[in-house]
Each structure stands twice: as structure tokens, then as C-alpha cells.
């Protein structure tokens, strides 16, 4: 259920019925937006049904929302959701924001130098893994705090916000403090406590499409980060497990326009991992963007061949650069800036 407030209504009123909900166990999450103001209620909504919130002062409307994911629904907001983050990038708006970097984080000086050659080329955030979730045990398992800090140094020194995926609960607190996007990978998109543990931390998120993830089980998983308290939250398309083995994924072109009528957040595509081949990463990309991806997230290495992980589908700066530069096309062509 959700309560729309009329154009009048005050923070008297707001408070009112904000009380009302604590004193029947529910939270209340209040979303302020350009035309109206909406309040959520996170817990069990029966207890709603004992108070008569249409004839409450200042409320336009009560609504039932229909879809299970409630705060995360466009019902709850119509707006869409601009996420703000360090030297002024956005993401959510009318720009298609940029994030490249190599799949993990390998040294300081191969890190500054991709950095500098992705910035130069229109890219804002820098991606690298430090705790990578492997298929094998024996393979690269990431530099851990070591990569972290590689990767806020090299962010600080270029003037990029960064992101790195956080596997486990115990490792929110550490990448909180190092980068300025946490994501949760796509294996990790229905681990429910580290959804809980993530939620409650301050800092945006960037929530991976589980590679057999329904687009409803991915919403559901996002508001689990929007019903502990975080409303800084990003989806991420990156493929899906199907029949097709040609590509290592197919990339769900669809779950970008269905997730974006669906909900309010930001979304994110990941052609790198969603292609698995650094030849049809390109495509992706522009398909995206003509899709209406607010947000691109691109493999780029310099030696691919030598990468620790990831590199068949990584970039070297000179692709990266076309790819750009077609993106840019796209990206005017529908009214997008880039
Ligand atoms: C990654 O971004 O390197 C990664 C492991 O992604 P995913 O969780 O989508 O496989
Ligand atoms: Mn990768």
C-alpha cells in the first residue's frame, strides 16, 4: 500500500501518518518528488487496514501496489531514480554514464594506466574486482584489500568514482570504505543476508541480474536493499543462462526496457559478461543504448591475453574507443547525452 499526499500536505501530516504506521509496526519510507510526495510502508501492511488513511489530513490517495517488489515499483515512484556519487556523476539521468575498467584488479601501475586511457575516452568509473567470485577454486581469486586499495588510489589520483563486488557479509564494512559503488554479482543476487547486510550500509549499490534470475526475482532482490534502508540502488543486466551456447551469455536486451517500466531505479548493462567475447561487446553495448540503458559497465585490459580473468571478453583501449564513439552515436540518435 501506498499513501499519495495532495500537493498541500504538510510535514505535520507526513509525521502523522508516519506515527500512526510505528504504532502498528511498520516503517515508513517517504519519497519526496517533483510533483507529489508518496509514503511506503515496509512491514506487515494488513495492520494498515484498522486506520482509515483516506480521510487522513493532507492524503490524495491510497493505493494498493500490485507488484511484490513495492518500494522498488514505479507505482511507489514515477520519477526515475538519479543516483548521485563523488565529482559529480550521475547515473539514472538523461546521460549514459560510463564504467570500464579490467575485470579485477591486478597491480597499481596496470590499473593507473587503463584508468587514465578510459577516462581520456569518456569513461567515469573505474571497475575492478578484488574479491572475485571464480568458478574454480584454483584460479585468480582476486588481491583482496590490497586490490582495494590499489583501486581508491588510482580513483583518487584520476578523478574517478569506483566499484567492486562484495561476495560476503563480512566484507561490506572494508569495500564501504574503499569504493564508491558496492556491486553484488550476479551469483550473489539471491544471497538474502548479504542483500540485508548491504541495505543497511550508506553507500550505492550496483545489484547484478542472477544468470537464471526471473526480471521479477532480480526486483524482489533489489528490494531487499530498498526495504533495509537503501534507496541508492542500480540493476545490472548481464546475461542470462539459456540454451544458446555461442555466447557465454545471452544478453536480455528486453529485461532493460521491461526493468525500466517496471521500476524507478537506474539500469546498468554488462555486455562484457553478457556476450563473453570481447568481438560482439560493441553490439551489446549500442543495443543497450538504444535501449534505453542508463548505464554501460565494459571489460577494458591492455593485454587481454595475459589478464587474470575475463580476458576473451575484455577490450583492449583502442575497441573500447570505437565502442565509445559508436555509443555516442547511439546515444544522439535517442535523445540521449553521452
Ligand atoms: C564481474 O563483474 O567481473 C563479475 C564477476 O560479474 P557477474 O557477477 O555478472 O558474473
Ligand atoms: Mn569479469
Redesign the pocket.
Known sequence: MIVILRADATEANIQHIAEQATKLGLKTNISRGAERTVIGFIGPEDALRVIPLEVFPGVEQVLQVLAPYRLVSREFKKENTVIKLNYGETIGGNKVTVMAGP??VESYEGLLSIAKKIKALGASIL?G?AF??RTSPYDFQGLGEEGLRILQQVGKETQMCTVS?VMDTRQVELLAKYVDIL???????QNFSLLKEVGMCKKPVML??G?SATIKEWLMSAEYLLANGNFDVML?E??IRTFETATRNTLDINAVVVAKRLSHLPVVL?P??GTGSWEYVGAGARAGVAAGADAL?I?VHENPEEAL??GAQSLMPDKFAELMAACKRVAAAVDREM
Do not use: Y
Open positions: 575485470c579485477s571497475r574486482g572475485k567470485p563486488e556491486q553484488i554479482g550476479a551469483r550473489n543476487m547484478k541480474r544468470m545490472c548481464r546475461g554488462d562484457s559478461h559497465i571489460e580473468s575475463d
